[in-house]
């Protein structure tokens, strides 16, 4: 067994995010990918070829993992007994969009906290909340963000995309024209956050299928769009982030 690798406390962000970079720089190299076109990252893949010879936690995908303060416990993890284990309700076969995001989660409570005595059971308040107080969950959204969705890669694969050859401006509700791997796409946009999950929705497939939410959340927070507007990106739980318009792209 390789001996996991012991940060001392605190953990900084910086050290999440190099812990999450070293794994997906891993999982590249084994899968011997050198263009950005090659990358096509699958989480439980990544898991079988880095997260499990690394740190041996087990995977179980198969329990109801029921429910703490009303909310359905998506994730747990039990780090003495190596365990990490995924709600049945969201596990493949089972598609969920909440599940790439839970599982790099649960990763990241197994990575950056092995050892502690308590059980993590997280449920989406704790993982895909707007208002989460628990600084070690904070750090498992980080490490989740961080692994699914590197910056780098993200960055590269919208230029793949898009071949933008200027930057992208939202300027408020209204008919779009995107450049899609090639093809014209003509879309209704009905708010800043719609925009972002526009830019997102081709490209969800290259980092396990995670959801146009939170990729599109990815673009908002590496600014990749000037939006001109007071808007705000929205992660409440109206699909639209504001009132649904015909032809919005979800
Ligand atoms: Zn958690």
């Not at 263009?35 to 070829?49: G, I, N």
């Not at 995001?101 to 906290?113: I, K, Q």
């Not at 925009?195 to 959801?211: E, K, N, Q, V």
Request: proline share 4%.
């Amino acid at each position: 067994m390789k001996t996991s690798p012991i940060i001392q406390k605190p953990l900084t962000r910086r050290d999440i995010i190099s812990l999450a970079e070293d794994i997906i720089i891993e999982y590249v190299k084994e899968k011997g990918w050198n263009r950005v076109e090659d990358f096509k990252l699958d989480l439980q893949e990544l898991y079988e070829y880095v997260i499990y010879p690394r740190y041996e936690y087990q995977l179980i995908q198969s329990e109801d993992l029921g429910y703490k303060e009303n909310e359905k416990v998506l994730g747990k993890v039990i780090s003495n007994d190596r365990v990490i284990l995924i709600d049945r309700s969201i596990s493949p076969p089972n598609f969920d969009a909440r599940f790439t995001f839970t599982l790099g989660h649960e990763f990241g409570h197994g990575v950056l906290h092995p050892g502690s005595k308590e059980h993590f059971r997280c449920s989406s308040k704790d993982i895909l909340g707007s208002a989460i107080i628990d600084e070690r969950e904070v750090q498992a959204n980080c490490f989740s963000e961080h692994l699914v969705m590197p910056n780098n890669l993200v960055l590269e694969l919208i230029k793949l995309c898009y071949h933008p050859d200027k930057p992208f401006i939202y300027i408020g509700q209204g008919e779009y024209c995107f450049d899609v791997f090639g093809k014209n796409v003509l879309k209704k946009i009905g708010s800043y956050t719609e925009f972002c999950r526009m830019l997102a929705w081709p490209l969800t497939g290259f980092f396990s299928d995670i959801s146009r939410l939170s990729l599109g959340l990815k673009i908002h927070k590496l600014g990749i769009i000037s939006n001109r507007t007071q808007e705000k990106f929205s992660i409440s739980n109206t699909r639209y982030g504001g009132t649904p318009k015909i032809g919005q792209v979800v």
